[in-house]
């Protein structure tokens, strides 16, 4: 293995919670990894206090209001270039001197940056599972003609990633992605359309984005995983399974056609699959104590019920149709949990959405980024529009 050479990080999404968790093995490894770029959509003061003690040369903060006010205010420090408007996300990602991108912006405006930086090469520590989701097959691509390295972050597919290291896929059986069940893992059935906005932002494991939040407790999350498995992997949908695992230490499992079954196991905090991502493929002590097991520790699995979980049916009906769908599904998603955000809709009312907008997919495949990107904003219209019969 060569010596580590220091890598130079962008962080796209530096405010956010994968942003923030980031920010935290940075501190840890200073020698190791030095902080180029950062962006942020609205939190300009957060932003700024970053640059100021990372001492950042280039910040993005892509709500074009946001960004002319902190420009006016002189917010940043200058040493710091602030760069705003549309394009600034994609600027930011193609630095010259950067190494790796950390993908930690939520929903689809990481597609275009993220294209970008692996057309150029770049390793891409990939937190945002929309950008497969929505660009799987694009972006799969791309990496194979650059040679971009694609790290899975999100702790599932981190997770089957260093379980497979060393593996060939025609070994393996299928893999294993575990799931928290969410908060509502235990609420009777008949009392999931009355829970709350604030009821759904509460996860009992994991301290995410709000929007990462409700789709784990519609367990959305667990399907838009299985979208990302499938693309990351190269399985088919018949090789992917999901298990109940209250607990989240155990991140996901790989089993071999020879029986074995290799899994990876942290406490639940995302700096674990940050850093594995960072300093990849080299390792170093952790930002925080692992599992210990002189302590007793209980770890249950459970197959889903899918009569509780609907939006994991209908991911793996998505995955089995194929083409636009998986598009369609995150496109509704998000719109559907923004909807419920705000209390327009009830919590059932979000796999209603999906369900009716999958129902308008003529069966069609995309066969470019801008044709896929315009499926996105159909559904989201249609999304939109959907007149809930439950509020
Ligand atoms: P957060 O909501 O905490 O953070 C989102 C970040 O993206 C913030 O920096 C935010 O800026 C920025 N942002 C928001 N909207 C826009 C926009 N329109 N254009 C550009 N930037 C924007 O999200 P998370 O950190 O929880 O999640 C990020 C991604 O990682 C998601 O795709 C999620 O599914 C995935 N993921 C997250 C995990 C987690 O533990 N949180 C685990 C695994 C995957 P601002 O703060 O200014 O609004
Ligand atoms: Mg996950």
Redesign the pocket.
């Known amino acids: 293995m060569k010596k580590f050479a220091r890598k130079n990080v962008v962080i796209?999404?530096?405010?956010?919670?994968?942003?923030t968790?980031t920010l935290r093995v940075l501190r840890k490894h200073k020698s190791k990894l030095k902080l180029i770029g950062v962006?942020?959509?609205?939190?300009d003061r957060?932003?700024a206090a970053i640059c100021q003690e990372f001492k950042v040369p280039y910040a993005s903060l892509?709500?074009a209001k946001t960004y002319k006010r902190a420009k006016l205010e002189g917010l940043f420090p200058s040493e710091t270039q602030l760069l705003g408007g549309s394009d600034a996300?994609v600027e930011i990602s193609t630095l010259v001197a950067a190494d790796i991108i950390v993908l930690?912006?939520?929903?689809a405006?990481g597609l275009k940056p993220a294209l970008a930086a692996i057309e150029m090469g770049k390793e891409i520590a990939l937190?945002?599972?929309?950008l497969l989701v929505l660009g799987g097959s694009f972006i799969i691509d791309a990496a194979k003609r650059s040679g971009s390295l694609l790290l899975p972050?999100?702790?599932e597919h981190n997770a089957i990633f260093q379980c497979l290291e060393g593996h060939s896929n025609k070994d393996v059986e299928k893999l294993i992605l575990t799931a928290s069940g969410g908060q509502f893992r235990d609420t009777p059935i008949q009392k999931l359309d009355s829970v709350t906005p604030a009821d759904a932002t509460k996860h009992p494991n994991?301290s995410?984005?709000?929007?990462?939040t409700v789709?784990s407790a519609t367990m959305a999350?667990k399907g838009?995983e299985l979208f990302e498995a499938h693309w990351l992997f190269n399985l088919e949908p018949s090789r992917l399974e999901v298990v109940l695992h209250p607990q989240s230490v155990a991140h996901s499992f790989v089993q071999f056609i020879d029986g074995s079954i290799l899994g990876q196991f942290t406490p639940p905090s995302?700096t674990f699959a940050i850093q594995h991502c960072l300093l990849y493929p080299h390792r170093s002590a952790s930002v925080e104590p692992t599992l210990d097991f002189k302590q007793s520790m209980q770890w249950n699995f459970k197959a889903p019920d899918l009569a509780r979980y609907p939006c994991l049916k209908l991911a793996y009906e998505s995955l089995n149709n194929g083409g636009n769908a998986l598009a369609i599904y995150n496109a509704a998603n998000e719109i559907a949990v923004e909807r419920f955000l705000i209390g327009s809709i009830n919590y059932l009312d979000i796999p209603r959405i999906i369900e009716w907008c999958l129902s308008n997919d003529n069966n069609s495949e995309a066969t470019s980024v801008e044709a896929l990107i315009q499926v996105d904003a159909y559904t989201r219209k249609l999304a939109t529009a959907y007149k809930a019969h439950s509020v």
């Open positions: 796209l999404g530096a405010t956010g919670s994968i942003g968790n962006s942020a959509h609205s939190k957060m932003l892509t709500d996300l930690g912006v939520v929903g405006c937190a945002n599972k929309e972050t999100d702790s994991w995410m984005g709000q929007k990462i789709d999350n838009l995302m």
